[in-house]
């Protein structure tokens, strides 16, 4: 099949409502704001503490966080599947092959991202936000939320690298979900699927998908942070 | 009369060098107190100290009598004392937020918030900025927003860090009228300064910051 028929049936089946499509979109989607939702409040915390505090293994926690931003996914994905695999200590939850086995590993692998980002946001604020929240009375608690909300532009450039890098790994979520159609089958692992068929039309339809999905949640959280700019700390 | 704030022995050194060296240093209840000295003189430092932002070794120090400590937590800092730094900073939100911000701690109505918030608006001269964002405000501005936010709290003592500096005209004039209310209503203030129109103020109490020591109270 040449570049422009595959390019065509991508389009048909894109606006033909193709079941099993629709249903690799929603798996995706699901498994991607699931992951997210569980890494962005860590990550932020971890984020605030390691730039804010002293505390015994602080730069090697900064180090870790560095280094597995260059960690290939795929090597999280074996890591996991040791893990996850009956005889391993996790295999008495049944994750393996699993969307929650896909939402671990995307949570590792958003974390170091959106760790790193917060951490250097944080890092970045002008000390004399946490000194004047400190002498107006804060709570550590609230001096947390008073200078994440100051940085908050940061923090939002953290969730979206965050969730590009969980929304377009492939690696992880075909070792740990295993690529079950309806199941674990997301929008990348079936890319890869359908190229290794030879069935281009499928998997430049799910790309296209790809690009739009991930143009809309951007859109989404670039309008979140839009608002963030005029929603109040002290409210 | 019990002294508001008595410290004996404060000293701060970074490394070999030895920036304050203070034998005794008294601040009295309702009293405002200008701090001169030149650049690097420590006055910032001090100020700093007080506030619990820098560590310091401190002999003996009582707040009204009881044995205070200088760290940033201690119930008597958080409730009785509050510093104002030179170029204070706003939070991104409204000016009405930024005054309330450290009433959200003390856990008071919702009722009695707003009407402290508007007096203080109005004590300060800035309700018709209520609303306004912080970056658009000026450098006199937000001096006056920053004390107000900072006496909303009514705390005992209040530490104005060059409350003047970079300020001219009408701009410092609307500043340094608030100090005497300040001391009106039964607030202590010390300013750290070198500005020569609030260091000549009648009633501030003259300390001068020289080589480390305050040379006079």
């Given at each position: ?235 | ?35 001169a000295g030149p650049?690097?003189a420590g ?165 001068a910051l020289d080589k480390g020591r305050i040379e006079?109270?």
């Amino acid at each position: 099949m040449d570049f422009s028929a595959s390019i065509r049936e991508a389009f048909l089946l894109l606006f033909t409502g193709d079941v099993e499509l629709w249903r690799i979109i929603w798996v995706s989607l699901k498994t991607s704001i699931v992951s997210l939702a569980i890494a962005t409040p860590l990550a932020m915390v971890g984020g605030y503490l390691m730039a804010s505090y002293q505390f015994p293994g602080r730069k090697i926690l900064i180090w870790l966080a560095q280094v597995s931003l260059s960690f290939p996914t795929v090597l999280i994905g074996l890591l996991l599947y040791l893990l996850m695999t009956r005889q391993g200590p996790l295999g008495a939850f049944h994750l393996l092959f699993s969307q929650s086995g896909i939402i671990a590993g995307q949570v590792l692998i958003g974390l170091p991202v959106l760790v790193a980002f917060t951490l250097a946001s944080v890092q970045a604020a002008d000390p004399r936000l946490a000194e004047t929240a400190v002498t107006l009375g804060a709570s550590r608690f609230r001096l947390m939320m008073t200078v994440l909300h100051e940085v908050r532009f940061g923090v939002m450039a953290a969730v979206i690298n965050g969730f590009g890098r969980i929304l377009s790994e492939v690696g992880c979520a075909m070792m740990v979900g295993g690529n079950i159609a309806g199941e674990t089958r997301t929008i990348t692992t079936a890319i890869a699927l359908e190229t290794s068929k030879g069935e281009f039309a499928q998997g430049i339809a799910l790309g296209i998908l790809l690009i739009v999905v991930a143009l809309f949640i951007n859109a989404a959280l670039m309008m979140l942070q839009g608002e963030a700019s005029t929603s109040g700390v002290a409210s | 009369m019990t002294p508001l704030l008595a410290i004996n022995g404060l000293k701060k050194r970074f490394g070999e060098h030895t920036l304050l060296d203070i034998g005794e240093f008294t601040i009295n209840p309702a009293s405002a107190y200008v701090l001169a000295g030149p650049n690097g003189a420590g006055k910032t430092t001090l100020l700093r100290i007080l506030s619990g932002l820098e560590p310091a070794e401190i002999a003996n120090a009582a707040f009204l009598g009881q044995s205070v400590s200088f760290s940033p937590y201690s119930r008597i800092l958080r409730n009785e004392i509050v510093y104002v730094h030179q170029h204070p900073i706003m939070f991104s939100t409204t000016v009405a937020e930024n005054i309330a911000y450290g009433l959200h701690a003390r856990g008071i109505s919702k009722a009695e918030l707003d009407a402290s918030v508007e007096e203080s608006m109005e004590w300060a001269g800035v309700t018709h900025l209520r609303d306004r964002g912080t970056n658009t405000l000026s450098g006199g501005e937000k001096q006056r927003i920053a004390i107000a936010r900072a006496r909303i709290l009514k705390p005992r003592l209040l530490l104005l860090d060059e409350p003047t500096s970079n300020l001219d005209g009408n701009a410092k004039e609307q500043v340094i009228e608030l100090i005497p209310t300040l001391v009106r209503e039964g607030r202590s203030v010390l300013i750290a300064s070198h500005d020569a129109d609030l260091i000549e103020l009648p009633d501030l109490e003259k300390m001068a910051l020289d080589k480390g020591r305050i040379e006079c109270c």
